[in-house]
C-alpha cells in the first residue's frame, strides 16, 4: 500500500469514529447499509491506487447513504467553486425558476450541461450527495459548488425553443443575502437567500422594527446559514420562541425552548418530571412555549399581535431557513405559504480529518412536539401553492402573488 493509500486509510478511521461517536441512525438497518458500504470502500482503499478525486468521489457515495442533507466530505484542495448560477425545479421539465445571472431568464429549460442531457447529468452527480428527502435530493444539486469534473458550457432551451449555452460562474457571485421591494402603502417585501447573521440581520431587524405595515418574508431556496435568533425575537416580539427539539447520541431534548440570542436555553432529557414543567413555567412567566413531556404537548398562548406575517417557503428551504420557519408557524405568528420545505437541520459538526479533507456531520436528530422525525418530512405550508411554469416566463410569481391576497 503505497503512501497516499496509507494516508486515505488513516482518514477513513477518523471519518468513521466521528460518525460513530456523533451521527444518529436510523435504526439498525441504517447502520448496517451504512458499514457495509464503508467495508467496501476500505478494502479498496488497500488494493487500488486512488487519485484525490476518486477517494474523495468514493467517499461521498458512502454518505450518501446516510440521507441527512447536512452530512458533507470535502476536500479543500479540489474543491470548486463553480455555480450554474440558477436553481430550477422540475416543472415538466427542469425550468429556472431563479436566476442569478443576467443571460439566463426565468421559465427557460436547462438542456444539457457539457453535451450531457440534464436529466442524466442531475442522476450522474446525484450518487455522490446525501440527502433527507429523496424526493428533493436532485434540487440540491442546483446550490453545490461541486466536487465533480469542471463544467464548459451549459445549455438552455429559451423562448420559441431557441437554445443557448453560457459558462458557469463563481459561487460565491449569486444571490444577495436580503432584497427588499417596500414600495406598496399595505406590506413589506424581503427576500432573504441566505441567513448571515451579524451586520446583515441587525439591519433587517432595525428595518422591520421601524414599519408599521403587513411583512412577506420569502425564504425560498433559502438553504439556512445561521439560524436568525435576533430576527425570530423582533418578529415574535419576545425573547423566547419555540424550537425543534433534538435527539443526539446521549440523550434527547424533551424540553427546549430559546431565551436569548445566544442560544440559552432550558434543556432536559425525557421524561421530564412534573415539578421541572411547572418549575419552567414560573421561569418563563406567561411567556408562549411548547412543553413536551414524553408525549404529550402541552402549549401556552401567545400574545396577540396586530401585524400580519406571511412565510414564503418551497422544497429548497432548509437548515437554518426551517428553524426561522418552524418558530413563526408554531408560535402562531405567522402562516406559510408555497410548497412543503426540505426538512433538514441539525447543528452540524464540522471536524477536520487532515491532509485538506474535512467532514461535516449532524449531531443532532430534529424533532417535532409530539417527538416524531423532522428530517426528511419538512414543515407543510398552511397554504399550499404550486408554481406554474407558465407563468414564468411571463414573468408572473404565482406563489408570491397568492401571498398578497391571503394577507
Known amino acids: 500500500m503505497n503512501y497516499s493509500n496509507r494516508n486515505y486509510a488513516f482518514i477513513l478511521c477518523q471519518l468513521h469514529a466521528c460518525l460513530e461517536k456523533h451521527f444518529q441512525f436510523l435504526g439498525d438497518a441504517h447502520h448496517q447499509v451504512y458499514l457495509d458500504k464503508m467495508s467496501r470502500l476500505s478494502f479498496m482503499v488497500t488494493h487500488k491506487n486512488l487519485s484525490r478525486v476518486q477517494f474523495t468521489l468514493a467517499v461521498r457515495k458512502v454518505l450518501s447513504a446516510l440521507q441527512r442533507s447536512h452530512i458533507e466530505f470535502i476536500d479543500v484542495y479540489e474543491q470548486r467553486m463553480q455555480s450554474l448560477g440558477v436553481i430550477c425545479d422540475f416543472l415538466g421539465a427542469w425550468r429556472v425558476t431563479e436566476s442569478f445571472r443576467q443571460d439566463v431568464q426565468l421559465g427557460d429549460v436547462l438542456s444539457s450541461i457539457d453535451g450531457i442531457p440534464a436529466e442524466r447529468w442531475l442522476a450522474m452527480q446525484a450518487r455522490y450527495v446525501s440527502s433527507s428527502n429523496p424526493l428533493n435530493l436532485l434540487n440540491i444539486l442546483f446550490f453545490s459548488g461541486g466536487m465533480f469534473k469542471a463544467i464548459q458550457s451549459i445549455e438552455f432551451i429559451g423562448p420559441k425553443g431557441k437554445k443557448y449555452h453560457v459558462k458557469p460562474i463563481n459561487l460565491n457571485c449569486t444571490a444577495k443575502a436580503i432584497s427588499s421591494q417596500n414600495t406598496n402603502p399595505l406590506y413589506d417585501y424581503y427576500k432573504i437567500s441566505r441567513f448571515l447573521g451579524g451586520k446583515c440581520e441587525d439591519e433587517l431587524v432595525q428595518a422591520i422594527k421601524s414599519s408599521d405595515k403587513n411583512l412577506i418574508i420569502d425564504i425560498r431556496n433559502n438553504v439556512g446559514g445561521v439560524t436568525p435568533f435576533k430576527l425570530i425575537q423582533c418578529l415574535l416580539e419576545s425573547d423566547r420562541f419555540p424550537t425543534l427539539s433534538y435527539s443526539t447520541n446521549t440523550g434527547i431534548s424533551a424540553l427546549e425552548a ?116 423532522f428530517e426528511g418530512q419538512g414543515l407543510k405550508p398552511d397554504i399550499a401553492v404550486q408554481t406554474k411554469p407558465d407563468d414564468l416566463a411571463l414573468g408572473i410569481d404565482t406563489v408570491l402573488e397568492e401571498a398578497v391576497r391571503a394577507l
Open 258 to 373: 430559546y431565551t436569548t440570542c445566544q442560544s440559552s436555553f432550558i434543556k432536559r432529557n425525557i421524561p421530564v418530571p412534573a415539578e421541572l414543567i411547572g418549575a419552567a413555567s414560573a421561569s418563563l412567566g406567561e411567556q408562549p412555549l411548547m412543553l413536551v413531556k414524553g408525549q404529550d404537548v402541552v402549549k401556552f398562548n401567545y400574545q396577540q399581535f396586530s401585524r400580519k406575517i406571511l412565510c414564503v417557503v418551497n422544497q429548497n428551504t432548509y437548515s437554518a431557513a426551517e428553524d426561522f420557519a418552524y418558530a413563526l408557524q408554531y408560535s402562531g405568528r405567522a402562516r406559510l405559504i408555497g410548497t412543503t420545505t426540505h426538512g433538514s437541520t441539525g447543528q452540524p459538526l464540522i471536524k477536520e480529518l487532515g491532509d485538506g479533507f474535512v467532514v461535516r456531520v449532524p449531531v443532532q436528530m430534529p424533532m417535532f412536539p409530539d417527538m416524531s422525525v
